[in-house]
Structure formats: C-alpha cells, structure tokens
C-alpha cells in the first residue's frame, strides 16, 4: 500500500501535576481507525472522565471515495452535567438528560461531474429529534477562481432576556 497507514491506535491523557486530586487528570483520549480498502477509511474516538467516571465523549466516522464522488458520515456523542443539578448525564441513557447530551448525525457528500460539482451536507440532532441544518451547493472551480450557488436551511440558537429560541435560515447563496 506504498507506506500507508492501514491501522492506527493513538491514546493520550494530559496530567497537571500541580494538582494532587483526581482532578490533576484531564479525560483519557483513545483514537483508532482502519482502512480495510485504499478509499475507505473507519475512525472512533472516545473520551473517558476519571472525574466522571464514565465514557465522556464518543464519535464514530466513516470516509468513503470512489472516482469523483466522496462521502464523510460522523455520529457524535457527548455527556454534559446536568443544569439544574450536579447529576451526571449518561450518554448511554439520556432519556432523562436529553436537553445536556449531544447525539448528532452529520452526513457530507460530493461528486465532481468535471463541468461543475454538487455538495450535499446535513445534520441531524437525535436528543432533539430535529434536522439540524442542511446546504446544496453546486460549484465551478475555475483555476484559482471558484463559483458556487448555495440552498440551505439553518437553526440557529438564540439567546434572549425571556430565554431560548430558535430561529430558521433558510437562504440562497452566490459564494
């Protein structure tokens, strides 16, 4: 495969040794990822809190090409402290905690038609049970210089006296 990497495992933790307490350890990072073919590519990483003991963060990716086209799925979890108390959220029930726990889906994918390129990306929140956001482009790349007309729909958050709420985007764009 011409010296590349097939199989990788990568595990690190940061320690402040100022600290004398659970706390001097920051969360234990463990990252693995396969290429089983030279255009597919399988990656998980997770996160586990000492102070939590638990699985903090947890994501898994797959990246996929083949000719002209390429796609990128990325599922991501991640627990927070729950808001109104110092209960912990579990990533792996969050039936009570959905409002703390992040449970996303983001899909990406392109094709390159030689005269011009289409774009698709979308992401999808299960703790809210809502699709996030999403965009089309297509484009032309000229030398250095690139055109795209863009079609997306975006919820933003926005914060305010009387609380939260969200507002839609939805938009065309020349880029």
Known sequence: MDGEEIVYHRMFQNIDLTKNDITKYESLRNEIGISPLPNLTLTNTLKFSYQLKNVEELSFGLNFSYANFRTNITYYLKQKLANQSNQICSIW???????????????????????FTLYADFGYDFSKKYLRDWNITISKDIRCFGIGLKFANEITPILTTQGSRAVTNRYISLE
Request: charge should be neutral; include cysteine; aromatic fraction near 18%.
């Open 93 to 115: 029930y969050d039936r009570t905690c959905v409002e703390t726990t992040t449970n996303f889906l983001r899909v990406k994918a392109s094709q390159d038609f030689s005269y």
